[in-house]
């Protein structure tokens, strides 16, 4: 079946640090790539969503200076958080989709644990 | 504004027995729902979808009812084995946001041996 690969999956880290999150699609061109962020007990939240070759788009309240998306090739899409704060540790985690039949099932990485000292 | 809700956090069975978990939705414009289960410290795992055109859709010891009227869809599960202890999320797609979920809160299903 379909795999999506998230790298890495744990990082722990200090305040004002840059830090990169890769996904990549292991077996399919990813034409549409999709960023989420789950706190505690709740549930995943959409922060972005990212097509190949574009910019991404991203959903209200998320600050695109803060998380930025590149989405550079059919199988890879990185989320870069700037100057990660305390606030900003959480469980990220991304799927990604082919162009294809109508609600087609996402497939999600392992997702990333962020924790920001 | 949660327009997809699992108002049921936990949800506590015996193993043989059926486990349904619930989901409610707000928005009418949503044409497709789908299950994911999780573990932690893991992604989503795809289960089984539905489309709002159907009423019932059936996947081995899984089934998803749709309610339209209701607003309404259940995840079933026959019978309940000790694997399925996990987080299950409903989800939702529609309108005009191609591929975009929106996911209910999640409920945690426990299976008793």
């Known amino acids: 079946g379909a795999v999506v690969s998230q790298h890495p999956s744990w990082v722990i880290c200090k305040s004002g640090t840059s830090v990169k999150i890769e996904c990549r699609s292991l077996d399919f061109q990813a034409t549409t790539m999709f960023w989420y962020r789950q706190f505690p007990k709740q549930s995943l939240m959409l922060m972005a969503t990212s097509n190949e070759g574009s910019k991404a788009t991203y959903e209200q309240g998320v600050e695109k200076d803060k998380f930025l998306i590149n989405h550079a090739s059919l199988t890879l899409s990185t989320l870069t958080v700037t100057s990660a704060h305390p606030e900003d540790s959480s469980f990220y985690i991304c799927?990604?989709?082919?162009?294809?039949?109508?609600?087609?099932?996402?497939?999600f990485g392992d997702g990333t644990r962020l924790s920001i000292l | 504004d949660q327009q997809v809700k699992q108002n049921s956090p936990s949800l506590s069975v015996q193993e043989g027995r059926i486990s349904i978990l619930n989901c409610d939705y707000t928005n009418s414009m949503f044409d497709y729902f789908l299950w994911y289960k999780k573990y932690p410290a893991e992604g989503p795992t795809f289960l089984i979808s539905i489309s709002s055109i159907k009423d019932k859709n059936e996947d081995g010891r899984f089934t998803v009812f749709l309610n339209k009227s209701a607003k309404h869809l259940s995840l079933h599960i026959v019978p309940s084995q000790p694997g399925d202890s996990a987080v299950y999320f409903c989800a939702a797609i529609g309108g005009t946001s191609y591929g975009k979920l929106t996911f209910g809160q999640g409920t945690i299903l426990t299976v008793h041996p």
């Open positions: 799927s990604a989709i082919s162009r294809g039949r109508a609600g087609q099932p996402q497939h």
